[in-house]
Structures are given as C-alpha cells and as structure tokens.
C-alpha cells in the first residue's frame, strides 16, 4: 500500500520569500512521485512529478521538487513566493504499474502575504 | 487538443436519489479515472476504466458505478445517494492506464441534502 503524508494543512509566506511545501511518502515499491496544483473551484493541474530518472525535478511555474529516498521525502520549493502562487497543493504517489493510480495527501494551503 | 471535460459543472440532489457524471477525455486518451475530494481532503481513487474494462477500483461501495464508452468517455452513476457523498468528483484521463500522465478535468461539485 502507499501513502503521502503533507505536513502543514497551512503555510503562510510572504511575497518573494521561500516557499517550501513539505511531503513524505510510504511505498513498497519504487515510487512515482506529483505534485498537483489546485485553484478554488477548479481542477488539478500537475506541477511536476518524479519517475526514476533525475533526483531534482523542475517543474512549471519555477516550482521544483527534489526526491530523497533516505528521507522518503518529496519536498516542493520555490525560490520566491508570488501572490499568483496561493492555492492548495496536493502531493500524490504512483508506481510503474499498470494497476496502480494515484494516492494523494491531504493538501497544503499556501497563503502569500504582500 | 480538447482537455477533459465534465458535465454538469454543479447539482443538487436529495438523499436517495440516484445521479450520473459524465466526462469527456481528452483525444488519444484511452483509460478514465475517478475522484472523489470531499471538502478540505485529498482526492480519493474511486475507480479506473481502460477500453472499456474496469481496470482498478477503490474503496468505494458497489453503489458507485461507471461505464466507459467505445469513444473513451465515460459516466459515474452513484445510486442511493447519502449526505456524506457531497463532494467534487474529478475525472482524469490518460494514454494508458496506472497512476502516470493524468490530465484532470475542472470537476463536478455534487451537494447532497
């Protein structure tokens, strides 16, 4: 079975500070790793995912995400907030096979203050 | 290229009753899935469809129920509704099946009451 697990359903920064989105994950097998992007009333929209090739992911929007197996952690930064940038982010875990999809965390709020 | 697509956007409904999502995938696309996210929580796998055939449920009652079409589309048919099935219902599709390369529609918000 897998699992995420988002610490912070909240993180508060400013505008042109640090974000950082924290994920840990649980698998049996080697994982596949997203993060999703989620505006109010809309749908999900994939920031970057993790498939076995480079640690360090570079995804859209300037946001990147570096897989530690040690850590079992997918964490997601960016170097500086925008106010564009608040919405919830859902970090979600796969595997190569044909039968598994996607388990997701709780979600994370990212608020940005001016 | 046409994204997914689902209708209707919002409903209502009254407990007990039954209702019927629909979602278009998005061309080339071949393989469905279904997402429950209740309000503050993480979508929740409720089933996949690869032509034609489910290909993975989750842990959903068998009153949830879909059906995948010769052209990939697909409906989510939830019989018996209770209050706690409010919630968006997302559908993703992608090229093959398994948990890679889903692109998500805007969803349908469903309020039971």
């Known amino acids: 079975a897998q699992s995420v697990t988002q610490l912070g359903s909240h993180v508060s920064v400013s505008e042109g500070a640090l974000v950082l989105l924290r994920c840990n994950y649980s698998?049996?097998?080697?994982?596949?790793l997203f993060w999703y992007v989620q505006y109010p009333n809309q749908g999900l929209q994939l920031l970057l995912k993790?498939?076995?090739?480079?640690?360090l992911v570079k995804g859209i929007n300037g946001f990147e995400a570096e897989f530690k197996k040690s850590e079992t952690s997918f964490h997601l930064t960016k170097p500086s907030a925008h106010m564009s940038d608040a919405a919830e982010y859902f970090c979600?875990?796969?595997?190569?096979?044909?039968?598994?999809?996607?388990?997701f965390g709780k979600g994370t709020m990212l608020l940005v203050s001016p | 290229e046409t994204g997914v697509t689902q209708s209707p956007t919002h409903l209502i409904k009254t407990r007990g009753q039954q209702v019927t999502l629909r979602c278009s995938s998005q061309?080339?696309?071949?393989?469905v899935s279904w997402y429950q996210q209740a309000l503050g929580q993480g979508p929740q796998f409720i089933f996949q469809?690869?032509?034609?055939?489910?290909?993975g449920r989750g842990n959903f009652p068998p009153r949830f129920s879909g059906l995948q079409f010769p052209n990939y589309s697909s409906e989510l048919n939830v019989n018996a509704l209770e209050l706690d099935d409010s919630a968006l219902y997302l559908c993703?599709?992608?090229?093959?099946?398994?948990?890679?390369?889903?692109?998500f529609g805007s969803g349908t918000r469903l309020t039971v009451v």
């Open positions: 979600a875990v796969s595997d190569n096979s044909g039968y598994s999809t996607l388990t």
């Open positions: 061309s080339g696309h071949n393989t």
């Open positions: 993790y498939t076995s090739a480079a640690t």
């Open positions: 469809y690869y032509r034609e055939e489910e290909n």
């Open positions: 993703a599709s992608s090229s093959k099946p398994g948990g890679q390369g889903h692109t």
């Open positions: 698998s049996s097998v080697p994982p596949y």
